[in-house]
């Protein structure tokens, strides 16, 4: 299983950034696709996550209303829209694939396959 982040750069605080990740080698109906980040000093943080099959989705509180995760069954593409974005945001940003109990939705090792992560830069 190989997942491919991709879509971050350097932004002004208030724009918008729209992440994609790429999952090959397995049928992913099963899976949650995962979104977290890390910034520098910082333990590794959960974003958002999307059901594959379903789309049903979990955001972490301070994301929500900011972030929207979602996910095109037919490219194997998982998104993470996002919006107003702060520099408080600047980290490297993870999409991961598992298959989480529904109460470890936001728990990292509940998440098997790792991207190499996109590092996203927000500057005030």
């Known amino acids: 299983v190989q997942l491919q982040a991709s879509g971050g750069g350097l932004v002004q605080a208030g724009a918008s950034l729209r992440l994609s990740c790429g999952a090959s080698?397995?049928?992913?109906?099963?899976?949650?696709l995962g979104w977290f980040r890390q910034a520098p000093g910082k333990e590794r943080e959960f974003v958002a996550a999307?059901?594959?099959?379903?789309?049903?989705?979990v955001y972490a509180d301070s994301m929500k209303g900011r972030f929207t995760v979602s996910r095109d069954n037919a490219k194997n593409t998982a998104y993470l829209q996002m919006n107003s974005l702060e520099p408080e945001d600047t980290a490297v940003y993870y999409c991961?694939?598992?298959?989480?109990?529904?109460?470890?939705?936001?728990?990292?090792?509940?998440?098997?396959?790792w991207g190499q992560g996109t590092l996203v830069t927000v500057s005030s």
């Open positions: 991961a694939a598992g298959v989480p109990i529904l109460t470890a939705t936001m728990d990292p090792n509940m998440y098997t396959y």
């Open positions: 080698g397995r049928t992913f109906s099963r899976y949650v």
């Open positions: 999307i059901r594959w099959s379903g789309g049903t989705t």
